[in-house]
């Protein structure tokens, strides 16, 4: 090496002094960066940067079984501003408070305290036309984006079930949470130039499409669902009670066809709501089924073969003792004992009991599992409650008695329309859903056939017998049902209220060919009685009555001529008064 340089110093000495020119090039480049055009090459690069904007996406369009719209996206104008931009055009903010009618002060002072934020909301939701009115006055730093705002045409008649979305177009309540992922889809990008004032130099390109959310159409019939909420808000004022829930549904398909509650509200004006009108009362508040329970504990009893319907039980003297428990009927019966179909008629507690003495409580527990009772119904609507069946090791004779004719369990109104679906559909149930089907679902025999058409033939009794809740019948066809009325728990006393009771219907129809069960739950009426025959019968027949008739059900119960022309298509002449019978008992 040494021998080598000192061959050829010359050429050592060129490389080193050219490395050294580059060098300097090198550092006067950075210094005349640096220092000598710092600032306005700084002022170019904060000029234009590129950023991202989100575009909302579209979200899916809800409707009943028909297609009627539920819940609608349409766009809005939300206009945001740049606080610290806007403080250069203070003499523009009268004219900006104005437009949006805000008051000008209390913007003035919101603009001053947020004075360096890049980005505050100035009023969302606005018409695409108002948000073009404010735009249009041209204020610095006042800007708009296009959002979709929720509206339900249905409004307070399908308020639980639909639900609603926040500010922000997420599912907060209802399908809408449920299905919030299907509707929702995916919100795009789109990158733009922005100068440093945040003003849009230069829409470069979509980066990501905004995908659209997927409709979902719903099980609920728009025009049922109307005739629901009607009869049952017209009950609830009537009755002077505290609130209520019905919910039909095909027995055939496991589509609930309508659920309804009162209270309610308006979901396209949340303002003032209080939490009670926003329960789906339905699916999250549960009850003691009270006598509605004895159809199942009946059928029960049919299942083990050791029953039949002419069987009969002695109820006299209306009470029977349980060491320190005593179980009363309430009504007085005519005879000392009543068959089967007279124990659900008289609707006595007393045979109920004794029956599920014979039969034990595990087949009463068997069954009410089997067909739902406080059991999850796999819908998993949000706030939707299980109930509870309690287990029936842990019973002991008062508890297999009381369990029987329908206390110390709890449901929900939808368990309660499910089971009944169960008696309805021959001893088939199908899933519950609140999704419109296409397929004929899986049905599973809980009941057998045979069983279930007894029960059926009984529970026709129970509202055509000479005793009967003659209040629940339906004109030109015939129905069946049970009514229970059930004194309240009352809290804090641990036991049952003295004058605060719920006034229960559970029913079906038509019987040759039953296709639509219907619950009627009335919590607390306070007027004209309390007695489920009495206050809610009335309710279940006027909605079956309209549901038949709006499903084009051929009529089962007319005179001999007319029900041949009904079968045949010829239109029949239906009469639209409700029947009107004597008042039999007075409370
Ligand atoms: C009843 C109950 C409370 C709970 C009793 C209703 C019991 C009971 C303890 C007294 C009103 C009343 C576990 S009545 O549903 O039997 O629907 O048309 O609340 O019995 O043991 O002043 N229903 N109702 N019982 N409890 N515990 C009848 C009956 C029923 C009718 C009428 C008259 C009760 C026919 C209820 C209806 O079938």
Redesign the pocket.
Known sequence: MKLEGALYPWRFRVVLGLLAVMVSAIAWRIIDLQVVDRDFLKGQGDARSVRHIPIPAHRGLITDRNGEPLAVSTPVTTLWANAKEMQLAKDRWPALAMALGQDPKALAERLEAQANKEFIYLVRGLTPEQGQAVLDLKIPGVYGIEEFRRFYPAGEVTAHMVGFTDIDDRGREGVELAYDEWLAGVPGKRQVIKDRRGRLIKDVQVTKNAKAGKPLALSIDLRLQYLANRELRNAIVENGAKAGSLVIMDVKTGEILAMVNQPTYNPNNRRNLQPAMMRNRAMIDVFEP??TMKAISMSAALETGRWKPSDTVEVYPGTLQLGKYT??D??KTEGPVLDLTGILIN?S?VGMSKVAFDIGGETIFRLAQKIGLGQDTGLGFPGERVGNLPNYREWRKAETA?LS?G??LSVTAIQLVHAFSALANNGRIAPLTLIKSDKTPQTTQVIPENVAKTMQGMLQQVIEAPRG?FRAQVPAYHVAGK?????KTSVGTKG?AENS?RSLFAGFGPMSDPRYAIVVVIDEPSKAGY????VSAPVFSKVMSGTLRLMNITPDNLPTTQQANAASGTPVPVSYTHLTLPTICSV
């Open positions: 009270g006598s179980i009363r309430v009504s609707s507690n009381t004719y206390y110390g809740v009514s229970g009325t059930a004194r049952y009771y007695f489920g025959g009495l």
